[in-house]
């Protein structure tokens, strides 16, 4: 099983910047899409970027134009590089093989954006 470590949440004012990392225990090029996704509290999990081994990216609605992935071959690591925080973006944030879902979810990171 896939192994993740995830870092970079944490508080931050509305209007503000994250970047978050997700370093993999193999290489992700094994696998054909990695994604970042989110749950709110009382929310379901959500899908919030895809990016693949040739780095076409895709993004849900409520983050486009402010969230934007990448990933690096040689780390082994994807970020999501996030701006213009809102309110609403407060969630735990999890990283994760896509569409299947290889790697183990494990605690997340928490990003909480103040108004």
């Known amino acids: 099983q896939v192994q993740v470590v995830l870092s970079g949440g944490g508080l931050v004012q509305a209007g503000g910047s994250l970047r978050l990392s997700c370093a993999a225990s193999?290489?992700?090029?094994?696998?054909?899409?990695m994604g970042w996704y989110r749950q709110a509290p009382g929310k379901q999990r959500e899908l919030v970027a895809t990016?693949?081994?040739?780095?076409?990216?895709n993004y849900a609605d409520s983050v486009k134009g402010r969230f934007t992935i990448s990933r690096s071959s040689a780390r082994n690591t994807v970020y999501l590089q996030m701006n213009s925080l809102k309110p609403e973006d407060t969630a735990v944030y999890y990283c994760?093989?896509?569409?299947?879902?290889?790697?183990?979810w494990g605690r997340g990171t928490q990003v909480t954006v103040s108004s």
């Open positions: 994760n093989t896509f569409p299947t879902y290889l790697a183990s």
């Open positions: 193999g290489s992700i090029n094994n696998f054909g899409a």
């Open positions: 990016i693949t081994r040739s780095e076409n990216t």
